[in-house]
């Protein structure tokens, strides 16, 4: 009897040890800093690579600054969600993106754009980790 309490004890604990693994705990991804000048602009791009749908914030900071504060958006399963900011300081500056995310670093897929705006293409991507 005995064995059988202990069985029932530790395969309650490995349940709740599976239902961590699918809990909503914020987690956040961050790119590098990238040196941008006042000519330049910046986009934080977050990709959802997972099946199904996440709550992600997406925020633009240079030097302890928000720049860009996103609200709490869900992101559909294989799309990109994009924050841009022209806000850049003059003479340049440091600069990077935040990404507080609900589900595992797996499922997304970060990365801090620099390029020449509005219609320029990317000539700096750098992927958060």
Known sequence: MKTLYIAIIMLFAMQLNAGEHHTTEKKQLITPTIWAVSNTMFACNLTNVDTKAHQVQVR??????????????????RHTTNHKTKGLPNGGGPIYCEFTIEGDEDDFRGVAVLYHGPSGSDFVAVPAW
């Open 60 to 77: 633009i900071i240079s030097n302890g600054k928000v720049l860009l504060e996103s609200k709490s958006l869900t992101v559909k399963p």
